[in-house]
């Protein structure tokens, strides 16, 4: 049985590749029945795993598998005993020259002081009780992989309080790469205001402000809510006075927290009137305009997702604490983006929230394309 690119077979369980590039993959199972797995690529010789965890019947298995070609098709064979299934793996291309800026997305953590790992339930949609111990390592597991730097588009702080605000510091101070983020809809559930937000990580006063790196400009748009950046407002007006200052000189990236394009998704009766600006078609129409503009990149609906319009790739970045349960890494070339995602490591946390989410949990997975690949952009 297909779901979508996760294949279920009888005797083995779920299989799937949790990130794809173009010379390495991450193949994942889970399973009820097997405690051991042979992976066989290609009919080469068969590769012995065994579970990196076992909890509530459940036997997690996780095993990278290196040295692949670009472009490649490989026949993945995986046997328990008698019983076996086969993936297609198909590599990404490898996209042309230097990497210019590699960078991580961290969307929605919903840090909260109390969370405690000791709450943690068999089923959480999100799992609250152990964000701070995820976004530590995954903040550090980041920089392990070279990312010149993490973007956090949007309810990081749930809400933003003395408490979370000192919290997320020490967390930014783990790591010796800077993070840079913009503020979402949780940030305000509490007793501070949006002045007090900014005030709070040194923003100017509408939250918005360009990171440039290496040629790169990455502009952070705070949208507290949707109507946030309607044609007239002191935001709207300083992003169209940004992109004329950046014209030319830089390639775009835009980062929000609700997304300008209603992705597939979050369409018909799964719209919430939640994930989208008010004005999305005013600031799209700034946008477009501007040449250079590559990627919008937003967070609020966490399910890894890819929409192509007027030459700009819109992205929703998955979280760590809602399955897939992973975060984004970015590469920017000369003329491409490389994008995968990364599940966490803790196959058992992000059972718990597959469990609790039922059906919903395939929907929120993601096709391949959408979590793994190469788009080149348009010169
Ligand atoms: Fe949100």
Redesign the pocket.
Known sequence: MERRNRKLASGIGECYFATIRWDCAEFRAVSETADRLEVTIDSGDPLVVTPVARERGYCFFRQWLFGLDPNASYEVEVRNGVQRTTLILETLPMPSGECRLRFGVLP?LHLQPRADRRALGDREKRLYPVVKELTAKYLKRLEAQGADMIFLP??TLDPCDDETIKLLKRLFSSVSIPCHLLV???ELYGRYNERDCYRAFGLPEHGCYTVTNNGVACIMLSTPDQACLCPGSPRYHWLTRELEALAGAHDILVFT?FSLLLHPCVQGWKNDGMQQLDDAEAVLALLERQSTVRGVIA??KNVPSRMERNGIIHLLSPQLIQSPCGYSLIEIYPKAMAHNVYEIEEMHYLQRSRDALGAEDDERFGTGSDRHFVWEWRM
């Open positions: 929605d949007g309810d979402g809809n949780h927290h967070g609020h």
